[in-house]
């Protein structure tokens, strides 16, 4: 039996990192645990994060899994390293592989991040992108119109470049970077209007894209690499309603997404973490 | 005191590599060593490449590297497993970053491979590819004009032009492949002449800009990445002539290089590897 990937997030945004992760890794089975119920996490505290956080974790661990991705940027800035040390699986976040690929794209060393106000708040990407070169500029803008725009369905047509246009200007006024970083894990879903508003010379980083190249990586690193060529079976769990999640689910992936089951993570005592 | 990183290669093509790593993580120290008395090892048994490359890695370890990367496709292929088991220090190799690169850039899973005859013949990149997903289609072609083309300085005009058109037309006749990967260290150096040659709708992936960027998550996942903010005194040794290093070497670099020592290798005792 495969050893199966676990994949967690807040809400639905992580299944556009699920999906890349499918995508280049295509022998792995993933387990995607979406905490919708209580989603977003952006504006929740730390501690309340860390706790939903490691009921999600706690959920996975009895699954076996041989990898953790955290696919919610803002889990990604309270817990990363408290589970890479305390877990004795591999651990990557979301933050870290979109800053590293901004790194070896940007020539000016000028990069713009753009993510809900948490993330752009947290100032966890110029944390990240200034610890590895610290002659690095970095333009953040918060987009708050973006998410809902996304889980709306509003995802092309003029309502939505109007939308995109008027969120971006500050940062295109600016003018000055070659590099942006999707710091939201719903961006992807509008990655070409991104790209069309900011224009062609501009290098837009998916962190879905770079997450998954980097699970690769690591997996490769510790000889993890599924070798089994037989399809793999993912499933997908929720904490909300399953129908609301089947429905985002299937219209971001190409083939059904089989959702297995509503999780009540509550239930989790709060010593077991 | 900085911990440096090692780099070795048959030659000076691993310079290309050494720029990236220097550009992407530039806090690090790196002391490069070029076989350059011995190169190519493409023609080289595989006893001999182990043998050499064991040489190199005997010399670096002495100066206390923290990581190794082998910025050679052939001593990759040949030595990258055993050198991984063998040392305390991470140490990576240059074909799977650029494999990982390719699968996350291509869209349509048919990618191209460029190199010497030695790495075509190996077959290492498609089976990099191949081990990750199965449905990958690779067209690989051979390109012996390109490195003496390369050392000779040919980088642009109608002469270059030309020898590039003529030996990638095989290629381009296929006219299938969304992304290329170039397989040898030289060839980032004409990257614009292929770029042109193949259209802009090929992806083209440079295996130094691939590995470096892995060396840096490497780093980060071992805790290891350096964090004095003061300007690293990279060092370069060769085997070979070092007024020739020197002259390719400052070519390839914005910076004069220190060009330290001749390196003779012959004298490390056959059984110390």
Wanted: charged share 25%; net charge negative.
């Amino acid at each position: 039996m495969k050893q199966p990937i676990g994949v967690i997030d807040s809400g639905v945004g992580g299944l556009t990192v699920a999906r890349e992760l499918m995508r280049q890794l295509p022998k792995e089975t993933f387990i995607y645990l979406g905490d919708t119920k209580r989603c977003p996490y952006g504006p929740r505290s730390e501690e309340e994060v860390r706790a939903f956080t490691w009921q999600m974790v706690n959920y996975l661990l009895k699954k076996d899994i041989k990898m953790l991705v955290i696919a919610c940027n803002t889990a990604t800035a309270y817990t990363l390293e408290e589970l890479q040390e305390t877990l004795h699986i591999p651990v990557i976040g979301v933050i870290e592989p979109g800053a590293r690929a901004a790194i070896k794209f940007s020539q000016n060393r000028r990069i713009g991040v753009i993510g809900t106000e948490g993330t752009i708040e947290s100032e966890a990407y110029p944390n990240a992108l200034v610890s590895i070169d610290q002659k690095i500029r970095v333009n953040s803008l918060a987009c708050p119109p973006f998410v809902p725009m996304v889980e709306e369905g509003t995802l092309s047509g003029p309502q939505a470049e109007k939308i995109v246009a008027e969120t971006l200007k500050p940062l295109k006024d600016m003018n000055h970077i070659d590099t942006l970083i999707l710091g939201c894990t719903h961006y992807p879903i509008i990655k070409d209007l991104i790209q069309q508003e900011m224009g062609t010379h501009i290098q837009v980083i998916s962190s879905g894209e770079e997450t998954a190249r980097e699970a690769s990586l690591i997996l490769a690193y510790h000889k993890a690499l599924e070798v089994d060529e037989a399809q793999p079976q993912h499933e997908f769990y929720t904490t909300g309603d399953i129908e609301k999640f089947r429905l985002v689910a299937n219209n971001w992936f190409d083939e059904p997404v089989r959702v297995l089951k509503f999780v009540e993570l509550e239930h989790v005592p709060s010593s077991a973490y």
